[in-house]
């Protein structure tokens, strides 16, 4: 009898977490006899029959895959389109699945890939393929629809809640002889919970962040250094968090790096801060300093909340639960119990609900006058960045992290020439 087996794949960018919903795979498939396969740099491994072989991974490997960032099996950014534009790309990925005996698929992603594990399962039923597609929640932009929380988004979180605070008593040492504003750029394209995260870091307005800029909200220029100027001048300093994606009251991102688009057709963002510090300086005459974090935002796994850590590792066993259960088109999501005592749990929903439909800040967790988060945000976000999740450390002073061996199948198929 052939052994049937489950792929798994990571997509997008990846998080602190990521490998800690791959250990959950892992860890819940192995414990119910099932083989599993990764694919090798996402959905483009899975085209390109690069399939490895996790069972030739040690037990200890798998669980420090739970504590070590990146993605172990690297990830792509690479988006099939409808079933009639890219039919030959999905058809060489149903021939790939049937020549490996793939009976599951769990897709670790954000929107764009929970669009693909979608459009996969109505492929395979399509073809009278028993197959059963789970998408996998993950996006350090938390703007995935139906699920509380999105695994990936309280770590990142946490370090530009921790980034900011002590970036701001570096400035208010300073302030008197020197820097007077600092701009901090967070991830977000068109959805501002990270630059909301960074609110945390302050309870009071005298305390940083003085100014938050969302994607939600249209970018003004004069009246945003009329504030920054009033800032400065009742506290003394200004810390200035801003999302890459804001806009001015046209649509344009303030800031477009210029790099064309991905292959998700985002245009590639970066320098928000940058921009902000040139006019503040060149406005107001005050002296700046700007920083942008970019990839230290997802990758700095040791200042992961312990709760993000956890709720990763638990979608991964739920995925893999689902899908023995054939719940085909279904993502484990989170479902928020309770704010205080924090309590959540994990429920399947339909990925046709979560699908390319993001979830930007609601207009309730904003402000009224733009620039910072309100105590409903505060309580939304306070229990997602709470906890320290376990990390070892060597002798040398740095985390102990893992490199698998990650040993390729054989492949099968002629190669893909797509």
Same mark, same amino acid.
């Given at each position: 009898?052939?052994?049937?087996?489950?792929?798994?794949?990571?997509?997008?960018?990846?998080?602190?977490?990521?490998? #800690?919903?791959?250990? /959950?795979?892992?860890?819940?498939?192995? !414990?119910? +006899?099932? $083989?599993? *396969?990764? &694919?090798?740099?996402?959905?483009?491994?899975?085209?390109?029959?690069?399939?490895?072989?996790?069972?030739?991974?040690?037990?200890?490997?798998?669980?420090?895959? #739970?504590?070590?960032? /990146?993605?172990?099996?690297?990830?792509? !950014?690479? +988006?099939? $389109?409808? *079933?009639? &534009?890219?039919?030959?790309?999905?058809?060489?990925?149903?021939?790939?699945?049937?020549?490996?005996?793939?009976?599951?698929?769990?897709?670790?992603?954000?929107?764009?890939?929970?669009?693909?594990?979608?459009?996969?399962?109505?492929?395979?039923?399509?073809?009278?393929?028993?197959?059963?597609?789970?998408?996998?929640?993950?996006?350090?932009?938390?703007?995935?629809?139906?699920?509380?929380?999105?695994?990936?988004?309280?770590?990142?979180?946490?370090?530009?809640?921790?980034?900011?605070?002590?970036?701001?008593?570096?400035?208010?040492?300073?302030?008197?002889?020197?820097?007077?504003?600092?701009?901090?750029?967070?991830?977000?394209?068109?959805?501002?919970?990270?630059?909301?995260?960074?609110?945390?870091?302050?309870?009071?307005?005298?305390?940083?962040?003085?100014?938050?800029?969302?994607?939600?909200?249209?970018?003004?220029?004069?009246?945003?250094?009329?504030?920054?100027?009033?800032?400065?001048?009742?506290?003394?300093?200004?810390?200035?968090?801003?999302?890459?994606?804001?806009?001015?009251?046209?649509?344009?991102?303030?800031?477009?790096?210029?790099?064309?688009?991905?292959?998700?057709?985002?245009?590639?963002?970066?320098?928000?801060?940058?921009?902000?510090?040139?006019?503040?300086?060149?406005?107001?005459?005050?002296?700046?300093?700007?920083?942008?974090?970019?990839?230290?935002?997802?990758?700095?796994?040791?200042?992961?909340?312990?709760?993000?850590?956890?709720?990763?590792?638990?979608?991964?066993?739920?995925?893999?639960?689902?899908?023995?259960?054939?719940?085909?088109?279904?993502?484990?999501?989170?479902?928020?119990?309770?704010?205080?005592?924090?309590?959540?749990?994990?429920?399947?929903?339909?990925?046709?609900?979560?699908?390319?439909?993001?979830?930007?800040?609601?207009?309730?967790?904003?402000?009224?006058?733009?620039?910072?988060?309100?105590?409903?945000?505060?309580?939304?976000?306070?229990?997602?960045?709470?906890?320290?999740?376990?990390?070892?450390?060597?002798?040398?002073?740095?985390?102990?992290?893992?490199?698998?061996?990650?040993?390729?199948?054989?492949?099968?198929?002629?190669?893909?020439?797509?």
């Amino acid at each position: 009898m052939v052994e049937s087996t489950l792929l798994y794949a990571q997509s997008g960018g990846v998080t602190a977490v990521i490998n #800690a919903t791959a250990s /959950g795979v892992i860890t819940e498939a192995r !414990r119910r +006899k099932i $083989k599993v *396969l990764a &694919a090798r740099n996402g959905i483009l491994g899975a085209l390109r029959e690069e399939l490895i072989d996790t069972s030739k991974e040690s037990v200890a490997a798998i669980a420090a895959l #739970a504590h070590t960032p /990146g993605g172990a099996f690297g990830s792509c !950014r690479v +988006k099939l $389109k409808s *079933l009639e &534009a890219d039919r030959a790309r999905y058809e060489r990925l149903l021939d790939v699945l049937k020549a490996h005996h793939v009976r599951w698929f769990l897709y670790n992603g954000g929107n764009d890939s929970a669009d693909t594990a979608w459009k996969v399962s109505q492929l395979a039923q399509a073809f009278g393929y028993p197959l059963t597609c789970v998408g996998v929640p993950k996006t350090i932009d938390n703007d995935l629809a139906v699920t509380d929380t999105c695994p990936g988004f309280g770590s990142a979180a946490k370090y530009t809640a921790v980034s900011v605070r002590e970036a701001a008593l570096d400035v208010a040492a300073m302030a008197e002889t020197s820097t007077k504003v600092f701009v901090y750029e967070a991830m977000g394209r068109h959805a501002g919970w990270l630059a909301a995260a960074a609110g945390l870091a302050g309870a009071t307005p005298d305390e940083a962040p003085h100014i938050i800029l969302f994607p939600e909200r249209a970018y003004d220029e004069a009246v945003f250094l009329a504030q920054v100027d009033k800032v400065v001048k009742r506290v003394g300093y200004c810390v200035v968090v801003a999302s890459e994606g804001i806009r001015s009251a046209d649509g344009r991102f303030v800031a477009d790096a210029g790099g064309g688009t991905d292959a998700f057709g985002h245009a590639q963002l970066g320098g928000v801060a940058s921009y902000l510090a040139g006019k503040v300086k060149d406005a107001l005459g005050y002296k700046v300093h700007w920083a942008l974090p970019d990839y230290l935002q997802r990758s700095a796994r040791h200042i992961a909340s312990k709760n993000d850590w956890a709720q990763a590792q638990a979608v991964g066993k739920a995925a893999v639960q689902y899908a023995l259960k054939g719940m085909n088109a279904v993502m484990p999501v989170i479902v928020r119990s309770a704010d205080a005592p924090y309590r959540w749990k994990i429920e399947p929903a339909p990925l046709s609900k979560v699908a390319n439909h993001e979830k930007t800040m609601p207009p309730s967790f904003i402000r009224k006058d733009g620039f910072g988060i309100t105590a409903k945000a505060r309580t939304y976000l306070a229990p997602l960045i709470k906890g320290e999740a376990p990390l070892p450390y060597g002798s040398d002073g740095l985390p102990k992290y893992v490199t698998l061996k990650n040993v390729a199948i054989k492949k099968k198929l002629p190669a893909w020439e797509g």
